[in-house]
Each structure stands twice: as C-alpha cells, then as structure tokens.
C-alpha cells in the first residue's frame, strides 16, 4: 500500500493511530509449524520433550529428557527466557532482560475490518488482524519470566481494549484467556549467537522477532558450527 493512502486511512481511525509494521504475519503458528516441518522434509527430527539436564560427558553432551537421553557432539541452546534454567547448573550465565507482554484476541466486529496492523501510541497498543480474530498487544513490562501478572499489566491491558473500540468495531474477548509471555532481550538488544564452551552453542536475544529472524540465524549457526565459519554471524552482528 502507497505510504500516502496508508496514512489517509489510519487518521479515519483518530489521530493517535499510525500503520504498524508492514511485516507483520497473520498466523504465526502456522508460519512456525511450517519452519518444523521443512526440518523434516530435509532429513531432521522434530521431537517435542521436556528437557531435565544436560551433561557434558567424554568429550559429547547427553541430554536427559521425559523421553530418555540423548547424546551428541555439539548442543545448542535455543531457549529463549528458560535460557537460565539450563545454563546455571553449568556455571554459565546468560544477561537476560526478560520484557514482558500480553495480547488479546478479539471477536471481529459487524462493521469494516482492518486489513493491517495499526498502532495506537498514546494508548500504547497494537492491533492486528490475525487467522480469525484481532490481536491486541500492549507495551512492555520488565519484571521476573515466571512473576505473575501485575495490576498495573492487567490494567494497561484493559484500558488499551477500551481504547480500541473507540477506533474500530470490535466484537467480544475470545474464548482464550490474555496471553502473557516473556521476550529474551540482551542489554544491546540484539540478538547473538556465542560458543561459551566446547560442543556448545547459544542462540538467544531474539525479542519479539525470533520467528521472523529464526531461518537467517540458522544459516549463520550452522556456518559457524559444521564448517568453522563466522562470515554470516560477522556479517548479521550476530557475534563479537
């Protein structure tokens, strides 16, 4: 959409509301299922468990998990804000910032539907027209991964709802309660790939965008950890 049409539309909307990020993806479970299923499709296994420990052992790693254990070379770690609870016990460390966030799905509404997100910055939401429903996601909280939900969040997320309806026609909560979750952030807020030690590897700090992102920090971690080579994670200020 031409930038200039794009504005004429939103300020039908009230002057507070803008275009928000034109990549934005209206079934992001549908896009990461279809990352796991191209791993397949390439000869990987996909394995959904709970992993209990890790352990370096005769120069290899062992994994304990609810499924059994499993031993390889090279291990990397890809866990977001649950980062810590891995690395610790390996006397590892990790600078996380975990901002956190909620969203709410709501009904669609009788009347016109947006066709993009939009961003209402002094009522500090976003709003986007998803799979089957709108998404509102509200601003950023910086609190403990596992700290319950505060008033101050729920109360922010109540008054960007009321705040949306005043713009577009929404219909009611979905069935689904608020979500909340936690972004893995670094204190430069980049995202970085490290091999803190031997036959180990860290990929974390992605935010908001690790779906989006996820498919060129592969490339450049499996450059680094089968051939040796960090051109791409050089390249992507990926790593030091």
């Not at 009904?107 to 998404?135: E, K």
């Not at 713009?167 to 069935?175: C, K, W």
């Not at 030690?197 to 779906?211: D, K, P, Q």
């Amino acid at each position: 959409m031409a930038p200039t049409k794009n504005r004429k539309r939103c300020q039908r909307l009230g002057p507070r509301c803008s275009a928000a990020d034109a990549s934005a993806i209206s079934d992001p479970a549908a896009l990461v299922r279809a990352y796991a299923q191209a791993l397949v499709d390439a000869g990987g296994l996909f394995q959904k468990c709970r992993l209990l420990a890790l352990t370096p052992i005769s120069g290899a790693w062992q994994a304990q998990t609810d499924q059994g254990l499993v031993s390889a070379q090279h291990v990397v770690l890809a866990l977001g804000p649950w980062s810590e609870v891995v690395l610790r016990p390996l006397g590892l460390r990790l600078p996380l910032i975990h901002e956190r966030g909620q969203h709410q799905h709501l009904a669609y509404g009788l009347g016109h539907r947006l066709s993009r997100p939009i961003n209402d910055t002094a009522a500090a939401y976003v709003l986007s027209p998803m799979a089957d429903a709108y998404r509102l996601t509200t601003g950023v909280e910086l609190n403990q991964h596992a700290a319950p939900v505060s008033t101050a969040a729920q109360a922010q997320l109540a008054q960007a709802v009321l705040a949306a309806r005043e713009a577009v026609d929404l219909g009611q909560p979905m069935p689904t309660p608020p979500w909340l979750g936690s972004r893995p952030t670094l204190p430069d807020n980049l995202p970085r790939i490290d091999c803190p030690e031997a036959g180990v590897m860290r990929i974390n700090g992605l935010y908001r965008h690790g779906y989006l992102i996820a498919p060129a920090v592969v490339d450049a971690a499996l450059a680094w950890l089968l051939k040796g080579e960090r051109d791409l994670a050089q390249q992507w200020q990926l790593c030091t």
